[in-house]
């Protein structure tokens, strides 16, 4: 179902007790009510379980920054779907760009992961966009739909339920760069053809589509405007309660 979401990705900041710190000022910030948006917050591993327990009677959601395409077995260093559900994750970001620049995963890995999170029932963010060079080379409309194609569109119709989109253009990505509005609409309205070209349109107008890169309070509300956005996936701005909960408030 298509509604707006805004979604903290914390990457690997905060140890235990700044991250009980930073919740403990989210849910005062955000427990009123006054955004409309889905709100969801993807600490670090070690501080899933507790960040968790700590929201589960807020209107706070918690996801994983990442999980392994594996179920189970001698994978040393990496987390499964089963142990995401097993205590209480039911979200899980896929393809981040700093997941497929540093630690080298693939469409087809990325692919893998997200079988194994709708397989667990998870609902998937899936994150994809393309780098400054192919932008400057005209190459970005191509990129995003391989990308879509090559990571996500073996999928079944039914799954499109469990799947969120999150457009990231790389060069916007911590950077301070942001898409404009118009470049990000433009770019929304792009990626829901591509889903309508392969899936059909009830589907495409379905979908939420996220933008993430630089989102800030002072530009949020202007790109949340925008017809085919719907909502934010948050770096940098997630570290604060009171930009993240502006930024939230904004939609
Ligand atoms: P940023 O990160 O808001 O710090 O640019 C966004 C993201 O990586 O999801």
Known sequence: MRQKIVAGNWKMHKNAEETEDLLNELIDKLSHDETNAKIIVAPTFTNLASAADHLEFTNIGVAAQNMSQFESGAYTGEISADMLKSIGINTVIIGHSERRAYFHETDAILAEKVTTGLKHNMTVIFCFGEELKDRQGNQH????????????????????????????????????????????????KFIREVVEKRYGASIAA??????????????????????????????????????????????
Request: net charge negative; hydrophobic share 45%.
């Open 141 to 188: 409309f191509n990129i995003v739909e391989n990308q879509l194609r090559d990571g996500l569109f073996h999928i079944e119709n039914k799954d499109w339920q469990q799947i969120v989109l999150a457009y990231e253009p790389v060069w916007a990505i911590g950077t301070g760069e942001t898409a404009t509005p118009d470049q990000a609409q433009e770019m929304h």
């Open 206 to 251: 379905e979908v939420s589509i996220l933008y993430g890169g630089s989102v800030k309070p002072e530009n949020a509300k202007e790109i949340f405007s925008k017809a085919d956005v719907d909502g934010g996936l948050i770096g940098g701005a997630a570290l604060k309660a009171a930009d993240f909960a502006a930024i939230a408030n904004s939609i």
